[in-house]
């Protein structure tokens, strides 16, 4: 499906009827990587309508030459909430940027957002990020994307990158990825934190963004929930799918 805001063709696919729920995915991948990760727990739910949109340069959502930074494809994605959701209350969930994309959606509409889900996310504050240490490691298995994102090197972890990750890098935009990333710091908004339920995930091996200042997001939303997961790390919903499943499932019966 392909809905056009603020000049851009985003392309979406959705599943279910009810309560939206944007689902965001990260960098260098799509849709398909958030959808394999989190529709398991948002499918068995039930009365949501799931949106797992393509970013703005990434899959088949193209980025024009106007969208230049963070701020512009968060205009793209506030536009894309009117025209999906409209006045109803929405659940946000992100992995990586794309939970970063989230918390910036929460600070601008937090009277339209029912629910806050971060998984791994990127912050502007990020500090104190361990070394990569895979847990189970294979230099044979894969390539240096495969082994440099997994902490569990196995050959389930590369099945589900070659089907879930690999081919969304294939078709990102990256002269477009270099230009937004060039200012990936979205504008501060002088506004109350997100109040709704929040839940925020991390790995304690996550080499990309670390977890330090995922603990820090606990003094930022009041009622947030924090869990740290050991032997995972940037890819933890690959390698943790039964805890992150449990986690959201814990989150969405709080709604």
Same mark, same amino acid.
């Given at each position: 499906? %392909?809905?056009?805001?603020?000049?851009?063709?985003?392309?979406?696919?959705?599943?279910?009827?009810?309560?939206?729920?944007l689902?965001?995915?990260?960098?260098?991948?799509?849709?398909? #990587?958030?959808?394999?990760?989190?529709?398991?727990?948002?499918?068995?739910?039930?009365g949501?309508?799931?949106?797992?949109?393509?970013?703005?340069?990434?899959?088949?959502?193209?980025a024009?030459?106007?969208?230049? @930074?963070?701020?512009?494809?968060?205009?793209?994605?506030?536009?894309?909430?009117?025209?999906?959701?409209?006045?109803?209350p929405?659940?946000?969930?992100?992995? @990586?940027?794309?939970?970063?994309?989230?918390?910036g959606?929460?600070a601008?509409?937090?009277?339209?957002?029912?629910?806050?889900?971060?998984?791994?996310?990127l912050l502007?504050?990020?500090?104190?990020?361990?070394?990569?240490?895979?847990?189970?490691?294979?230099?044979?298995?894969?390539?240096? #994307?495969?082994?440099?994102?997994?902490?569990?090197?196995?050959?389930?972890?590369?099945e589900?990158?070659?089907r879930?990750?690999?081919?969304?890098?294939?078709?990102?935009?990256?002269?477009a990825? #270099?230009?937004?990333?060039?200012?990936?710091?979205?504008?501060?908004?002088?506004?109350?934190?997100?109040?709704?339920?929040?839940?925020?995930?991390?790995?304690?091996?996550? @080499?990309?963004?670390?977890?330090?200042?995922?603990?820090?997001?606990?003094?930022?939303?009041?009622?947030? @929930?924090?869990?740290?997961?050991?032997?995972?790390?940037?890819?933890?919903?690959? %390698?943790?799918?039964?805890?992150?499943?449990?986690?959201?499932?814990?989150?969405?019966?709080?709604?």
């Amino acid at each position: 499906m %392909e809905c056009r805001v603020e000049g851009v063709a985003v392309h979406y696919v959705a599943h279910g009827a009810g309560r939206p729920a944007l689902v965001l995915h990260g960098a260098g991948v799509d849709h398909r #990587e958030a959808e394999a990760c989190f529709e398991p727990a948002l499918g068995r739910h039930g009365g949501l309508r799931r949106i797992y949109p393509d970013l703005p340069g990434a899959g088949r959502t193209p980025a024009p030459a106007h969208v230049r @930074s963070a701020d512009d494809v968060l205009a793209v994605l506030l536009a894309l909430v009117d025209e999906l959701a409209g006045p109803d209350p929405v659940l946000l969930l992100g992995h @990586s940027a794309g939970a970063y994309y989230a918390q910036g959606l929460a600070a601008r509409r937090p009277a339209q957002v029912a629910g806050l889900a971060l998984v791994c996310p990127l912050l502007a504050g990020v500090r104190d990020v361990p070394p990569h240490r895979p847990v189970v490691r294979d230099d044979e298995l894969g390539d240096d #994307e495969f082994r440099g994102y997994f902490v569990v090197q196995t050959p389930a972890m590369l099945e589900r990158y070659a089907r879930y990750a690999a081919p969304g890098a294939a078709l990102a935009d990256l002269a477009a990825a #270099e230009r937004i990333g060039a200012h990936w710091e979205l504008t501060r908004v002088d506004a109350p934190p997100y109040a709704g339920p929040t839940l925020v995930v991390a790995g304690r091996r996550d @080499s990309t963004v670390g977890y330090a200042a995922a603990a820090d997001l606990l003094g930022v939303y009041p009622r947030a @929930s924090l869990a740290v997961l050991d032997d995972a790390g940037h890819a933890l919903p690959h %390698e943790q799918p039964v805890a992150l499943d449990g986690l959201l499932r814990g989150w969405l019966g709080a709604l």
